[in-house]
């Protein structure tokens, strides 16, 4: 399974991007989805996930109420919108696929896309 994010880039403080993870494969029956974020000098931190039916989503405390995950399974493209950002939400964005038993543990994903990069200006 080859992931491919994208639509990262550069937005002032309480502006909107959404990501979007385009996957190689049927990914609707088969992977959960996971986003992650890392900062410079940090670790890898879980944003937000999905299930395969996209039914369950769970999100980060830092992002709830701001972050919406999707997934489009006849695309086999996983979505994040980011909307209200702040500047601490700057990060390369990553997104993951497996079936990890704890979601939120990025070492437990199989799969990774490339990583896209979010600046959020002040």
């Known amino acids: 399974v080859q992931l491919q994010a994208s639509g990262g880039g550069l937005v002032q403080a309480g502006g909107s991007l959404r990501l979007s993870c385009a996957a190689s494969?049927?990914?609707?029956?088969?992977?959960?989805m996971g986003w992650f974020r890392q900062a410079p000098g940090k670790e890898r931190d879980f944003v937000a996930h999905?299930?395969?039916?996209?039914?369950?989503?769970v999100y980060a405390d830092s992002v709830k109420g701001r972050f919406t995950i999707s997934r489009d399974n006849a695309k086999n493209t996983v979505y994040l919108q980011m909307n209200s950002l702040k500047p601490e939400d700057t990060a390369v964005y990553y997104c993951?696929?497996?079936?990890?038993?704890?979601?939120?543990?990025?070492?437990?994903?199989?799969?990774w896309g490339q990583g896209t990069q979010v600046t959020v200006s002040s």
């Open positions: 999905i299930s395969w039916s996209g039914r369950t989503l």
């Open positions: 494969v049927r990914t609707s029956t088969r992977y959960f």
């Open positions: 993951a696929a497996g079936n990890p038993g704890d979601y939120s543990n990025y070492k437990l994903y199989d799969y």
